[in-house]
């Protein structure tokens, strides 16, 4: 059974950065794609990114430009180097796996923090 732990967030002053990290372990994750999320108080859960096993990215439009989704499968890790941030970027940030072609999530995340100062 996959499990994910999501690492790297903190605070920031706007227009820093910050990597988070996704780990994965009890199975890889290089046949899966691979999304984040996040979800800020009281606002429902958004869509950040993906990350097909291809290689293939997809953003939401709100972060395109700004972030950037990898992966590196040997280390079974994704993930998310956020640049320029913004204080509307504060949120918790998880990461997902998902069943490429049914789109089933079948693992989640805890979560990481990421607060945007002004």
């Known amino acids: 059974q996959v499990q994910l732990v999501e690492s790297g967030g903190g605070l920031v002053q706007a227009g820093g950065s910050l990597r988070l990290s996704c780990a994965a372990s009890g199975g890889t994750i290089d046949r899966y794609r691979m999304d984040w999320f996040r979800q800020a108080p009281g606002k429902e859960r958004e869509f950040v990114a993906h990350i097909k096993w291809s290689g293939s990215t997809s953003y939401a439009g709100s972060v395109k430009g700004r972030f950037t989704i990898s992966r590196d499968n040997a280390a079974n890790t994704v993930y998310l180097q956020m640049s320029t941030l913004k204080p509307e970027d504060t949120a918790v940030y998880s990461c997902?796996?998902?069943?490429?072609?049914?789109?089933?999530?079948?693992?989640w995340g805890q979560g990481t923090q990421v607060t945007v100062s002004s």
């Open positions: 997902a796996a998902a069943n490429e072609f049914s789109g089933q999530y079948f693992a």
